[in-house]
């Protein structure tokens, strides 16, 4: 079962577009998170979220309708927000909602449930953000939600900021730092366990 009043949320989230070594970590990532207890936050977009979210053992993912070929669980949730409850909230962290139509303006708010979850009048915010963005930058629909961490101050790691030859050990780094762990070699071994994780993952991107 998901705890939603737990203090052991993190959100992972990004483009939908990432690179094979991304997507290794980002599924090693997970995998590792789900044994220290943390639950996922994300949204089951293809990329960046199915990424983490087809690697976590307990995960809500914030979607605009219910994905009609999966079956929830007690540890794998999919929750359709009240959108008007998060719509003022979404205004200030995305510059352009204006031209957003209607399914992107749904998008774009849903992503704040993404950082604090869907009890308006309890947030219960993620510890940090793991993402992926293109060189790090405010992209897409997850900008609005790493301007809603900036504002928030939940800590972001941004696999898209780091070289190839850097990243796994900086996410190591900061995993460490936020979870207040003395070692996380078990991490480096996940994420070199994962080597062989693209193919298997390109299958369940067909499924899904």
């Not at 994300?42 to 009609?68: Q, R």
């Amino acid at each position: 079962m998901i705890d939603y009043y737990n203090n052991l949320f993190y959100s992972g989230i990004g483009s939908r577009v990432c690179p094979e070594y991304i997507a290794k970590l980002q599924a090693a990532a997970s995998k590792f998170l789900s044994t220290r207890g943390y639950v996922l936050r994300s949204g089951y977009a293809n990329g960046s979220d199915k990424n983490h979210s087809l690697n976590s053992t307990k995960s809500v993912d914030y979607v605009v309708k219910i994905p009609y070929n999966v079956i929830p669980t007690e540890n794998k949730h999919f929750v359709v927000p009240n959108f008007e409850d998060y719509y003022e909230i979404m205004k200030t962290c995305c510059p352009h909602w204006k031209k957003l139509d209607e399914y992107s303006t749904k998008l774009h708010t849903r992503n704040i449930c993404q950082g604090q979850g869907h009890f308006p009048e309890i947030p219960i915010y993620s510890k940090f953000c793991i993402a992926y963005t293109e060189n790090g930058e405010l992209k897409g629909g997850s900008a609005t939600m790493l301007r809603y961490c900036e504002r928030r101050l939940i800590p972001i790691f941004n696999l898209g900021k780091y070289k190839i030859e850097e990243v796994r050990y900086s996410l190591r780094d900061f995993l460490k730092e936020h979870m207040r762990v003395e070692s996380l070699d078990e991490f480096l071994i996940r994420a070199k366990e994962t080597a062989k994780y693209a193919d298997i993952h390109r299958e369940m991107y067909e499924k899904f």
